[in-house]
Structures are given as structure tokens and as C-alpha cells.
């Protein structure tokens, strides 16, 4: 692609900006090798899936790469990637870098640098390259009672596992106690003593997995359990489209406008603006490791 400063709808889009656009496509290549190889369905999410709809390409103030995969493909997915993902690529998932969340999965690239103030804060010592997210889509009860009991539990988990992750950035990485992070550490002690945080990963996935039937409705519910926002018609799914994206096309869900309008109400219209990702650091030329370094000198 295009690598130099560009303006499209009256945004600036630097070249460093297109040079992470790039990376992003590069490892959307590796993920899609793997699909091709073994039928797998891996289809773009959110702003992607919005910015190849509307753009055909990044949204020009974009700093991400969404994907999604059904559960079952997003399984596969993981298993044959821990033969055939070679580095500078990394998956990063909960079993394969400690303290990272069950909520999805990071293919990220050794050599280059992205992460947030938020994230260094609490982990310094993850994987930190460039990565595209991929988040696994889950059947869901249709019964509105035992879909909301879902998300109470699940809800229940994750703010456990936060107080493990501020636990383990005090104890590990001298992250400065605040009352509320003193209070988080205390209730992760408590529940320290029945529990691990490899047995809150595991219990939090197979309650992700509770519905085991296709039903009517699908979710990214591991991500943001409750979220009405995205709960979405399985019809929606049922077939996909190529889009063109940039110089390439990805599959996005033929039903993309349903899509599109359940997570962003009027996409048709937008407003020009910035990242989601607030304090985003990123090089696509000095590896994570190096530019820690150099911010710690």
C-alpha cells in the first residue's frame, strides 16, 4: 500500500500512521494463510469491518485491526497455530503469556512496538509488538433469564481476574497503590485461596461455551458480556462477502448492514475524530523490547 502522508475526508493520515496500517495487513496475511489452509471463516469486525464497508480500507483515524471467528473455527485456530505461527508472529492468549485476559486473542509481531499506557502500566513484561485482535463469536441462550444468569456470572469473573491483574502489577511490577487498588488486591487475596488465575481463564471459557446448541442469537459475549450492542441474528453470519480493503479484500458478513447498524447505529454518516485507544505507542521498526528500554533510560 501507499506508505506516504495522505488526507482523505479532510483527515491527515501520516506516513507513520500508513507504515502500523501496513503491519496490520501484514499479519491479517498470516491469519489468513492459516484460514485458507485449513477452511477456517475469519471475518473483519467493528471499525474494520465498518471502514471496508464505508472507505474501503482503514477509517482515516483508525489504530486497530478487528476480526472475528466462530467459536469452533477460533479453537481451531489456536491449535494450529502453535505449529505453523513462526516468529516475528505471536499468539497471545491467556495460556500463552501470564496475566493476559480469556476475553480474545492477539496475533502480534516481534520487531515492532504498540501498546498502551494502560497496558504498560500493567503487564511491562507481555508481548507488545503490533497485533490484529481476533474475538471468538459464541452461540447464546435464547432464553432472555438464562442469558442474563450467563452474563451475571461471567461479569462476576472477569472483575475477579481484574483484581488479579492489579494484584499482580503491585506485587510484580511496583505499580503505585491507589485505595481502590488496595482494595482490589485485598478481595484477590481472599479469593486467591480457592482460586488461580489459570482456573478463572478455564471456567470463564467454558461458561462462554454454555450454550452448546446453534440458537438465534450469537455474540462476542467473552468480550463484553451484556453488551445488547453486539448480540447479533446468527442469520447474520450465515453467509459472507468479499470487501475491498486497502489494496486487498477481506470477508465481512453479507449481512453487514445489520451488523454495522446493531454496533453503530447510522454508519452511513460520520463524524471526523480520533482513535479509541487513548496514550497508543507504536514503532513498526524497534522491537517492544528496545523501545521499553529506551523509555526506561
Known sequence: MNLNEEV?????????M???????????????????????TVIAD???????????GFIPWDDDFDLDMHIDDYEKFIEYCKDELKEPYFLQTCETEPGYPPFHLKVRKSGTTCFTDWELEMSPEGHRGIFVDIFPIYNVPDDDAV????????????????CYQIDRAITRFGVKKTKYKAK?????????IFTSPEKLCRQYLELCKLEKNKTRRVSVISFDPGNKKLVWDRTWFDKTVELPFEDITILGP?????????????WHQFVKGTSLHSGLNFSVDTDYRDYLKNLKA
Open 147 to 162: 442469558f442474563a444468569k450467563q452474563v451475571k456470572k461471567l461479569k462476576k469473573i472477569r472483575k475477579i481476574y481484574s
Open 184 to 192: 482490589q488486591q485485598l478481595l484477590w487475596k481472599l479469593h486467591s
Open 254 to 266: 453479507q449481512m453487514y448492514d445489520e451488523v454495522l447498524t446493531s454496533q453503530f447505529g447510522d
Open 18 to 40: 500508513k507504515k502500523l496500517w501496513a503491519e496490520f495487513l501484514d499479519i491479517y496475511d498470516q491469519i489468513d494463510q492459516i484460514c485458507k489452509r485449513h477452511n477456517l
Open 46 to 56: 467493528g471499525g474494520t469491518l465498518l471502514g471496508a464497508v464505508r472507505h474501503k
Open 8 to 16: 482523505r475526508c479532510d483527515y491527515l493520515i501520516s506516513s507513520d
